[in-house]
């Protein structure tokens, strides 16, 4: 071979022997950077993230008893028959009626003169001895007149007491128009709303009023609680004993010996985040130092936080700050101040952590 070949073979090899060590070296390079990127991640996630957290609280104690409201279930709401002056009005507030007592009359002039009429052709049949026909033709008009008549006489529907005057003496009233009202005292009931989420057995309870101290009236519970819009279930507590003195509306409670109610739970309006389909929302909380995520179901928006009626524990640490891109199970360490919402206060602050 011709020496100017040999040269520019050996020039080739040479070349292509730098690019083939250049190539290894560069993918050295790559993998080692890539390895070393890949630690630095894994190292990142062995490092607790700082987080602030708040403590769950009650929004009230737990309680033995629930407020309510007396209703008498013998309520009666007493209407006009018909469109006229009322020319009589004897309901008065606080009055005990006996049933089918006259509590008013419209201004019956017109009916009392048919009335009187229809009677006078009746005798004047059965004087003159006219036929039978005639005879219960007049007997019949004379009935129909004292139906209208009898229209006219507002009266009482059942035994009770009359609890408001909604009209005057001499007042002009529609058909339909309220009167008055009354209730049957023997029927009184005091109304509470049981704590959304509540399930277990209720015993009798006792019942007091701040407005006859001293008293205490047994308690049944003959119907069960009855669904409400608002997710509360409403529970009847009918009363037995001296219950002529009760008012409607009065405020007492209803003592329920062995159960306690709590309310949902306290925590900032911050600390839930909105949830997914199906879900009220949710919070992150800090189980052995890791970010667990966790429905919630919210109750009422209150003016120190939200209720939370399902999904938290009293005792339990919110995350409120520091939540950018948690993930289930992320290491996580709570710093600063525990923010704590109890009574009607509020320590701690809501400032991210440092």
Not at 11 to 29: A, D, I, Q
Not at 52 to 76: C, I, K
Not at 217 to 222: E, N, Y
Request: some cysteine.
């Amino acid at each position: 071979m011709p020496r100017a070949s040999r040269s520019s073979a050996a020039t080739r090899f040479t070349f292509f022997g730098n690019w083939t060590e250049l190539f290894r070296s560069s993918l050295v390079v790559v993998l080692g950077v890539g390895l070393l990127s890949g630690c630095g991640r894994g190292s990142g996630d062995s490092e607790p993230r700082p987080v602030r957290v708040l403590e769950v609280a009650f929004v009230s104690p737990p309680m033995d008893w629930l407020r309510g409201v007396v209703r008498f279930q013998g309520e009666a709401s007493v209407t006009a028959p018909f469109s006229g002056r009322l020319e009589e009005l004897n309901a008065v507030v606080g009055r005990q009626v006996a049933a089918g007592a006259v509590l008013g009359r419209f201004d019956d002039y017109l009916a009392r003169l048919e009335v009187r009429r229809c009677r006078d052709e009746l005798e004047r049949a059965l004087s003159r001895n006219l036929s039978p026909e005639e005879t219960a033709e007049r007997r019949l008009a004379l009935e129909r007149a004292e139906e209208r008549w009898e229209a006219g006489i507002v009266r009482a529907p059942r035994a009770g007491r009359i609890d408001a005057v909604l009209v005057e003496r001499g007042a002009e009233v529609k058909v339909g128009d309220e009167i008055c009202r009354m209730t049957s005292p023997d029927l009184a009931a005091l109304e509470v709303l049981l704590p959304i989420g509540f399930s277990g057995e209720l015993p009798p309870p006792e019942v007091s009023f701040p407005e006859l101290p001293g008293e205490t009236f047994a308690g049944s519970l003959p119907e069960p609680p009855i669904p409400t819009l608002a997710g509360h279930r409403l529970l009847r507590v009918f009363l037995s004993g001296p219950v002529d003195r009760l008012q409607p509306g009065m405020l007492g409670m209803a003592r329920f010996p062995g159960v306690f109610f709590s309310s949902g739970v306290l925590v900032n309006d911050k600390a839930v985040l909105p949830g997914d389909s199906g879900e009220d929302g949710f919070v992150w909380l800090v189980r052995d130092g890791r970010a667990v995520r966790r429905p919630v179901r919210m109750g009422q928006l209150l003016s120190r936080g939200v209720e939370v009626i399902q999904g938290l524990e009293p005792g339990d640490l919110v995350i409120f700050a520091g939540r950018e891109g948690l993930r289930e199970g992320m290491p996580v360490k709570p710093v600063g101040e525990v923010l704590r919402l109890t009574g009607s206060a509020q320590t701690g602050s809501l400032s991210p952590p440092g």
